[in-house]
Structures are given as structure tokens and as C-alpha cells.
């Protein structure tokens, strides 16, 4: 298993559709999850994200094979206004296959020590309410939830709970 930052669009746009339709294609109509789809993963808006340079995007591998990512922001890249204290985990996407193989874990340790190394306090996330595995797993690392915000697939619009933990 490998981690490394990565500046390669096409391949976090292959993961970002596959994961992303994997995980919540039977919780939303076809045509919400293409517009979406299509919208928020497309190569000039992906590109745009990993030329922000408040953004940083780690992939994955497993034997060579890309198997998922994560995206962290600061500053002004955050999704919801913070304070310096806190980095955002905005994405930890992993392929279905490489699930329960310990990457998830090793991405947010990650997340946590560039946190501290960029000397922020808090790490944060946005997770779909109805998400109770990711909810659990986030946990498992001090995660609680403190509020809410809205998160729009096509024409829904759902709600993701906001969770925050020490970075210590």
C-alpha cells in the first residue's frame, strides 16, 4: 500500500465517479447522480481543486493500482468557512474492492498528522446523515458531530452532518 500526493486529474476523476456511484447510486435517481456526476467531477473542476493550492489530494495504491484518495483543505479551499485552527477532510473515496484493507485508516492518519504539521487544531468533515458506516468509522478517531449543512446531488438536496475532532 502506498500514499502519495497526486496532481493526475484523470485518475481522481475515475475514482471520484466510480466511488461516488458505488456508494450512493441506489440512494439517488439516475439523473441526480449524473448531473452531479458530471458537474462536480468533471476534469476542469477536479483540475481547478488540485491547482488550489489550500488543497491537497493523496492517493491510494495497492500493488501499483490506483484504490482511492483523499482531499484535504484549508484556508479559503474549505467547503464551509473555518478558522486557521482547522483542515477539512473534504473526500476519503475508496473503491468497494479495497475496502476493509486498512486504507481508509491510513488516510485519516494522514489527515491528522498534516494537520498538525501545518499546526491546525481541529480536523473536520462533512458526512451524508443517512451514511451510518462512515459515521462509525469516523468515530473510531474522535470524530463528533457539531451541526450540519447541505450537500446537493442533481436536484436533492441532502444533508451531511458536520463532525469535528483534535488533531492532536
Known amino acids: 500500500m502506498a500514499l502519495a500526493p497526486t496532481r493526475d486529474v484523470r485518475v481522481v476523476r475515475d475514482l471520484s465517479v466510480a466511488t461516488f456511484t458505488e456508494t450512493f447510486a441506489a440512494d439517488n435517481t439516475e439523473e441526480d447522480l449524473a448531473e452531479f456526476l458530471a458537474h ?51 473526500r476519503i473515496y475508496i473503491l468497494a474492492g479495497y475496502k476493509g484493507h486498512g486504507l481508509g485508516t491510513r488516510l485519516m492518519r494522514e489527515a491528522f498528522a498534516m494537520a498538525r504539521r501545518l499546526g491546525k487544531t481541529r480536523v473536520w468533515l462533512g458526512v451524508w446523515e443517512h451514511n451510518d458506516a462512515a459515521q462509525a468509522f469516523y468515530g473510531k478517531f474522535g470524530f463528533v458531530r457539531t451541526g450540519e449543512h447541505g450537500f446537493q446531488v442533481g436536484d436533492d438536496l441532502q444533508t451531511d452532518w458536520i463532525m469535528e475532532a483534535d488533531a492532536a
Open 40 to 90: 462536480d467531477y468533471a476534469e476542469d473542476v477536479l483540475q481547478r481543486e488540485i491547482d488550489d493550492p489550500d488543497s491537497v489530494f493523496v492517493l491510494a495504491e495497492v500493488d501499483g493500482v490506483p484504490a482511492g484518495y483523499m482531499k484535504v483543505n484549508v484556508g479559503e479551499a474549505q467547503t464551509e468557512p473555518h478558522d486557521g485552527r482547522y483542515l477539512e477532510v473534504q
